[in-house]
T-cell receptor, first 111, second 113 residues
C-alpha cells in the first residue's frame, strides 16, 4: 500500500503561489495521483489528477517527477476562498482496495 | 453535475444499536465508496462496490458491512455500534475503470453514545 505524507499545515498571503508536496515512496505502476480540496462541512472535491510529468487545468497544476515518489500541487495566486484542506490520493479506482489518502494539508490564506 | 446524497447530516445512536447510513448517487456511476474521516487520520476506506451486489473490503472493514441492491444506492451498516465508531462518514461514487475522479457527498457525522 502506498503510504502518503503531506505537511500538516501551510500559511500563505493572498496573491501568492502555493506549492503543496505529497510523498508517496511506494507508489505502484498502475497508481494515479489525485488531489482533492475540502471545505468545512463539505465532502472533498476533485481538483486535478496525473500519472507523470505535468498536468495543468484551470485551477491548478500538478508536477510529478520521473520517479513518481512525490507530487506537488501548485495553486497560482491564491485567494481567501482557497483556504481549505488539501488531500492527495494515490491509487486507482480499478483496484480501490489500495486507495490511500494523505492526512491532508490545511492551507490558511490571509490578506 | 453529479450529486451524491447522504441521508443524514447528523446522527446520534446508542452503543449496541444497528445503524444504517444511506447514500444515493444520480449519475449512473458503477463505483461507490464508504470512507470514515477522523482528525489526524485523513480519509480511510471502509468498503467499496464496483457493481450491484458486489463489494470489496477497504482498509478498515471491521465492524461494518455494506449493501448494494441497486446501482444508485450504497448502504453502510454498523452491525453493533460502538463508541469508537463515532466519526464523519463520507460516501463517494465514480465511473468504472481506472483513474476516475470520485464525487463525494457532504458526510454524515455519527455519534455513538
Amino acid at each position: 500500500l502506498a503510504k502518503t505524507t503531506q505537511p500538516i499545515s501551510m500559511d500563505s498571503y493572498e496573491g501568492q503561489e502555493v506549492n503543496i508536496t505529497c510523498s508517496h515512496n511506494n507508489i505502484a505502476t498502475n497508481d494515479y495521483i489525485t488531489w482533492y480540496q475540502q471545505f468545512p462541512s463539505q465532502g472533498p472535491r476533485f481538483i486535478i489528477q496525473g500519472y507523470k510529468t505535468k498536468v495543468t487545468n484551470e485551477v491548478a497544476s500538478l508536477f510529478i517527477p520521473a520517479d513518481r515518489k512525490s507530487s506537488t500541487l501548485s495553486l497560482p495566486r491564491v485567494s481567501l476562498s482557497d483556504t481549505a484542506v488539501y488531500y492527495c490520493l494515490v491509487g486507482n479506482t480499478g483496484t480501490a482496495s489500495k486507495l490511500t489518502f494523505g492526512t491532508g494539508t490545511r492551507l490558511q490564506v490571509t490578506l | 453535475d453529479v450529486k451524491v446524497t447522504q441521508s443524514s447530516r447528523y446522527l446520534v445512536k446508542r452503543t449496541g444499536e444497528k445503524v444504517f447510513l444511506e447514500c444515493v448517487q444520480d449519475m449512473d456511476h458503477e463505483n461507490m465508496f464508504w470512507y470514515r474521516q477522523d482528525p489526524g487520520l485523513g480519509l480511510r476506506l471502509i468498503y467499496f462496490s464496483y457493481d450491484v451486489k458486489m463489494k470489496e473490503k477497504g482498509d478498515i472493514p471491521e465492524g461494518y458491512s455494506v449493501s448494494r441492491e441497486k446501482k444508485e444506492r450504497f448502504s453502510l451498516i454498523l452491525e453493533s455500534a460502538s463508541t469508537n465508531q463515532t466519526s464523519m462518514y463520507l460516501c463517494a461514487s465514480s465511473l468504472g475503470g481506472l483513474n476516475q475522479p470520485q464525487h463525494f457527498g457532504d458526510g454524515t457525522r455519527l455519534s455513538i453514545l
